[in-house]
C-alpha cells in the first residue's frame, strides 16, 4: 500500500497514476472539501486526463481519500507532496507544510516504511528531516518533473526518473514501485539527498533562464527594430539552443518556477554561495519586466488614459491547459491595468472560478463574444487553443477599437492584421492594417 501526503496538482496526480499501475494508495490531505470531492472521485481542479484516472481507480476500490493520517499507518511507502510555497516578504520555501506532514507520518508509519519526499524543497531539507526522524524510518527524495497540463502524461510517461537515497534498501523499493516505468525505457537516476533536490532546482532554473533569455532578445529586438520570432526560430535550429521555450511574451509564473527560483538564491545566500545564483535575479526581473512592457503598449495604444477604458483579456491561467493561477502573469497585468482605473473584463475557459477566488474585484466573462464585446483593446494573455481559433474578421465586428496585443507570440499575425487589426506583440515590430 503507498500514501500519498498532499493531494493538490502534484499529489492528486501521483495518486491517481501509482493507483493506475496496480497499487492500493491512499491520498491524505488536510483540506477536507479536497478529500471529499476526490473521495466522490471528481478532481477539484482542471487537468487533462486526470478526471478519468481518478474515477476509474476510486470506483476500483485502488484509491481512497481521508483526512486522518492514522489511514496510513499500514503503508509501505509515504510520497510527501505538500506544497512548499514562497514565504511572505521573503524568497525562502516555507517548509512547514513538509516538516508538519513529515512529523505527521512518523508518528503512525509502520517500522520500514520509507518516506519518500517529491515536493521541492531548498538542498539540505531531506538532511534535516532525516534525522528529525526514528531510527525505524527512512527518508528518499524523489523530485517531481510534471508540468501542469500534461501530469498524467509525464507521471506514466516521465522523461528520466531521479531519487536520492541513503540505501541500496531504498533504492530497491522505489525500483520496485517504478518497475513498469523503468521496463518502458524510462532513465533512472540514483543519487544522494542533496544532489537529488538540486537537480530539480537546477531544472527550473535553467528553464526560466531560457524564457527569459528570449524576453531579453524581445527587448533588445524592440529597441532594434529587430524581430524575436525570426530570432527564435533561427537560433533553435541549432540542437545545442533547440526550439522549446523560446517563445518571447510576458514570461513564466504558476506555482513552481517564481518561487523555486527564489528559493534557490535564499537557500545559496545560506549557503555561503550568493554569487553563483545572482544571474537569476536578473533572470526574474526580466521577467517581471515583460509584464509592465505590456502594460506600456496599453498605455501607449490608449494614449497613457486607462481610466474606464474597456479592455478585454484572453487568459487568467499561468498556461493553458491548466486552471492554476497561481502567480499567473495574465492575472497580474490584468489586475495592474484594473488598479489603473480601466474597465477589465477577464475570459478564460478553465480558470474563471479560482481567478474569482484570488481577485474577486476582476470582472469575468463567460464566453469569448462577450469579453470581446465594447473593447477598445484586446489583450491575448495565456495562449489557450481557443483564442488561436477566434475568427478576427468575426473579433472585429464586436470591439470598438481592433487593437489586439499577443502577450505570447502564439497568434497568427498576418491573419489579424488581413482582417484590418493593429497587431501588437513584445519583440515585433508594430504591424498596421
Ligand atoms: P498544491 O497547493 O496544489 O497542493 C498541496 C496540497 O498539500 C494541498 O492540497 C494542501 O491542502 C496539502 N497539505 C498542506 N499541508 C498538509 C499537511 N500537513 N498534510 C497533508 N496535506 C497537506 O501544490 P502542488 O502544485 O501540488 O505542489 C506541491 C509540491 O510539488 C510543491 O513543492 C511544488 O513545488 C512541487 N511540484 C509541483 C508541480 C506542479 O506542476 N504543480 C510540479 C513539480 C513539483
Redesign the pocket.
Known sequence: MLGV???????ATHAACMAELGFDVVG????ES?VRSLSQGELP?YEPDLPELLAKNVAAGRLRFTTDFNELANADMHFI????PQQPGKNAADLS?VK??VA?VAAIAKPGSLLVG????PVGTADALSASLPSHLELAWN??????GF?VEDTLRPNRLVVGVQSDRAENLLKEVYQSLIKDGVPWISADLRTAELV?VAANSFLATKISFINAMAEICDASGGDVTVLAKAIGYDPRIGNRFLQAGIGFG???LP??IRAFMARADELGATQALEFLREIDSINLRARKRVIELVRRDLSEALKSKRIAVLGAAFKPDSD?VRDSPALDIAVQIQAAGADVVVHDPKAIEPARKRFPALNFASSIDEVLKDAEIVLHLTEWKIYREIDPVKAKSLVSKAIIIDGRNALDRNKWIDAGWQFRALGVSDKEA
Open positions: 501526503i498532499g493531494t493538490g496538482y502534484l499529489g491524505v490531505d488536510t483540506d479536497k481542479f507532496c505538500v506544497g512548499t507544510y508538519a506532514s505527521a517529491k515536493s521541492t524543497v523530485p517531481e518533473f510534471l508540468r501542469e501530469a530539480k504558476g506555482g513552481c518561487k523555486d492554476d
